[in-house]
């Protein structure tokens, strides 16, 4: 299994879709109590600026098993979307520490 195959199986996921194509994908880890992450939201080139980021972000905000639990996610351009729906820069990032992605010969 490779390691988008194994990040959807231990992910809940949501998707967008224009007729049969999925025009937008977002991944999230959580425990459903405390913590929620969002992996990636992606939106095809195609469909940028349609709408389409909102159309992931405001159902998995709002859904039920997850509302509980404070959020975390990494972006490189939409923090104006984000901050939309109350993200915030974390400043403080002495609190926070991050171990990056190492390979393992798990996902060749």
């Not at 404070?70 to 609190?95: N, P, Q």
Request: aromatic fraction near 10%; proline fraction near 4%.
């Amino acid at each position: 299994m490779g390691q988008v195959e194994h990040t959807i199986e231990n992910s809940i996921c949501f998707s967008a879709y224009v007729g049969d194509q999925c025009v937008g994908f977002a991944p999230i880890v959580s425990d459903e109590a405390v913590f929620g992450d969002v992996l990636d939201l992606s939106v095809l080139e195609k469909f940028s600026g349609r709408g389409v980021g909102r159309s992931l972000g405001e159902p998995l905000l709002s859904h039920r098993e997850l509302r509980p639990v404070t959020w975390l996610l990494g972006t490189i351009d939409a923090h104006g979307l984000c901050e939309k729906y109350g993200f915030a820069v974390v400043r403080d990032s002495s609190r926070y520490m991050r171990k990056p992605f190492a390979r393992s010969r798990r996902w060749n």
